[in-house]
């Protein structure tokens, strides 16, 4: 492996579901040496149960606590590539976790790239609803100023995930 070296403790990817987070943040951490951590991943094992399920037994109020919970856990530890889950943005609490021990790269997408992506996913409670493009759109545009608060933001609708991941890895070398 050809390891990049970086400054940064932690790199945290932000973005709406589907933007790619999951998968630039395996090529990053790949490139880089650093472990890769899925925060919904990470919630379900420590749940011992799957987001849907946490969902539709305890409401969405409940997951956001396990949610702030785990990304403040994550954040601990070091040399991570952390995909941390759409809605993260929304409290002021994980923004604090994220940028104190580390870097944001927010991977910003359209909702026409987006829908592509998720249009047949069934694993994301907050779009099992009767016009699920319209609600995305919605709630991409209610959070859109919360992604923008990242460190980083990188387009990515015209760029394959590999070559996101080495647009951010180029941003993040250049950063002092
Ligand atoms: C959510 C995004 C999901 C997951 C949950 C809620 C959101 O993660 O955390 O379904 O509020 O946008 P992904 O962004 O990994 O799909």
Redesign the pocket.
């Known amino acids: 492996m050809n390891e990049i070296k970086l400054k940064q403790k932690n790199i945290f990817l932000v973005?709406?579901?589907?933007?790619g987070?999951?998968t630039v943040g395996k090529i990053l951490a790949e490139k880089t040496g650093y472990s890769f951590y899925?925060?919904?991943q990470y919630?379900e094992e420590q749940a011992g149960t799957t987001?849907?399920q946490i969902?539709a037994e305890h409401g969405?109020p409940y997951?956001r606590d396990l949610?702030s919970n785990a990304t403040e856990e994550m954040a601990k530890k070091e040399n991570q590539v952390i995909?941390?889950?759409?809605?993260?943005v929304?409290r002021d609490r994980n923004w604090n976790a994220m940028k104190n021990n580390g870097i944001t790269v927010y991977l910003k997408a359209s909702i026409e790239t987006i829908w592509e992506r998720?249009k047949d996913?069934t694993?994301?409670?907050?779009?099992q609803v009767e016009n699920p493009v319209e609600t995305a759109r919605e709630?991409l545009n209610k959070?859109a100023s919360m992604y923008e608060k990242a460190d980083i933001i990188v387009l990515t609708d015209n760029l394959s995930l590999e070559q996101a991941a080495d647009e951010i890895l180029a941003l993040l070398n250049s950063q002092s």
């Open positions: 973005g709406f579901m589907g933007a987070k999951s899925d925060a919904d919630i987001i849907t969902f969405e997951f949610e995909a941390t889950g759409g809605g993260v929304q998720i996913d694993t994301r409670p907050l779009l709630l959070r």
